[in-house]
């Protein structure tokens, strides 16, 4: 717990601005096997395995976990480095209704650009299943809120409200969208 915790605060402090200070030898900074004739341009010699590309930081609005309305795990962090939209929605609204099917055009066209994902509250789990079959929503995610914890956690106080947050993490919209919004929303973030 504490060496993760010390990773956590060094990695931390790894994003913060240098403080001025001696020019850095741009020979000393150069990447491990940049004088090697048969390195890549990324410095990585050929035959060698590619470095894996380090995991986006998680934005403070992309720290929660929940449990899909099929009961399997689901961590938010996941989605860190995209732009996500959730849509809080609940199975008697007939508002909610109305987007569904704009959701379930759009979702799966913009999936890994874009995910969006469905927090459904303020119901049975057997109506939020029921809403999602009628809706064709099965392709999009879809989280089972019925406790309210993430409607509480994002302060939304009516359905259907949808939450968009941007690739940096800063939620950018939180309110009513129709479809034409919603749509032309998320064309933008994925371009």
Known sequence: MVAALCTALLGAASCAVD???????AAAAAPAGADDPTATPTGTPTGAPPTPAAPARVPDSLRFTGTT???KPFAAADLAGRPVVLWFWAPWCATCASQAWTVAEIAPQYRDLVPIVGVAGLGQRKA?????TEFELGGTLQLDDAAGKLWRRFEVVEQSTFLIIDRDGKVIHQGFLDGEDLTRRVAALAA
């Open 19 to 25: 403080p001025p200070g001696p020019p850095v030898d």
């Open 69 to 71: 309305l099929d009961g």
């Open 128 to 132: 939020m299943r029921d809403f999602v």
